[in-house]
């Protein structure tokens, strides 16, 4: 595991640099920077913490506290000697694990050795300092990992709108409802998700009056209290555009009985995204019932590398901790194929996943095409040419994938698992009082979402614990009746083929033969 660099301490502190910070504070223009921190005990218990994810063990909640929670005392001193400094520390997580700063670009540089990275060739700058910082001794014992903050980089959102169904004959001609989806995966079932939370990570809450009107045309009762609004930080919120009121309603839509938790960032930058998911660890060590999430963003994984390779470690601490915890992320795979576009406009496109469903940690949902006759029986199921795939190049190949045999170089697999996604052959939304159709991994992620709820729901009914991290326990289910396999369409880089494939991952749910294995 990475460990800041170390360096004498002068104990001096700069009395002018810091007022010009606070001065400059009120305006804080393109020369301020961000940097963050991860605090943590020093040792391999976070090598120990990966391997045990990695078998699919759940953590309990008080062996995680003590394991991996960063004392009091070192964020404490953190905290005090980047204030003493000149930095206006933004944002300190409940457990205080995480801390956010900011400060002059010109402070950052000579205080922590970072600097903010070149724009060249019209790259933009992200206004993030690119490596590790450089801490006095007596601070650094305990910071496991820091990076500058991508202020201006931010997730993108994966939906499609489509205005009409392809027209075939004897194809169902109109928007899906959730109840052939239900049908469609064998999830018609006597389980709704009662008793479970689905975490939604999202930019702003969806309109009510949007989510009354989409239960009532799925003939679902409407009860508001089905869906809790959290502000998971301080940026002001958005208006609605679309991708919250896909999340929530198919989200809900699949799992009426559970209750679901938005957690709005109030933007899709880095910065807000890593607040949100404090949030949901924070909620989730006192929250037995939090245990699916669903995120509808991301990034070429190729971009956040070159410009902010910390950050990603960062991330991918917090999933790790969900994992341990025992929360399955369901991330969309992306939209775009296997050559999405990455963060620069027009730049040439290439073969990458995204991020973070390229993170080991979560479940990365791909898409298909699904084609349904009048009578709701599936005429045909193949790979969505939009849905991505691929390896990454940042993440090495997790045990549960060594199985999977691919003539590829040695990195994560992408997706793992697909569900319908084609937006010709789309879902129902509501969104601002209109209906409409839509598609992309944006629909198949708060899905599967859904479906790990009522899977839950199903082993606490048989008296067992809701399901560990989920990865290590479906790949072993690959050629099973638990999934259907699909042979058919590519991704603009990779085909659909027999067993696991870089379009489809394992391939699509049969939720009633999942529930028999798993429960």
Sequence with gaps: MAKCKQRASTGRESRSVRSQARRAGTDRSADWIGVQFIVEPAGRRGAELERRVARGETISRAHLDRECTASRKAASRLDSWLTSKGFDVTYRSADGQ??????PSELVARTLGLGRPAATGGRPSHRGAGHEASLPSGVAASVRHSGGLALGCHFQSSHRMESRLAKQPKVRKRALLVDDVLMTYGARLPFTGRGQEIAVITDTLPRRRDLAAFWKANGQPVDQRRVVGIRATGTKLPKPHGEESIDVEWASGIAPGATVRVYATGSLDLPDFARALDAVIADARVRPQLRQMSISFGLGEADLVRHQPHDLEILRRKFLKLAALGVNVFVSSGDEGARPQGAVPFAPRRLQTQYPASDPHVIAVGGTTLVLATDGSVISETGWTGSGGGVSKRFARPRWQEGVKRRSRPGRLVPDVSIAADPRHGALVIFGGKRGTIGGTSWSAPVWAGLCAILNEARLAAG???????????????????????????????????????????????????IARLV
């Design 98 to 103: 995480a801390l956010q700063a900011v400060a």
């Design 464 to 514: 067992r614990r809701p399901v560990p991290y989920l990865n290590p326990h479906l790949y072993p289910l690959v050629g099973t009746a638990c999934f259907r396999d699909i042979t058919g369409g590519d991704n603009n880089g990779y085909r659909a083929a027999v067993g696991f494939d870089l379009v489809t991952g394992i391939g699509t749910p049969n939720l009633g033969e999942l």
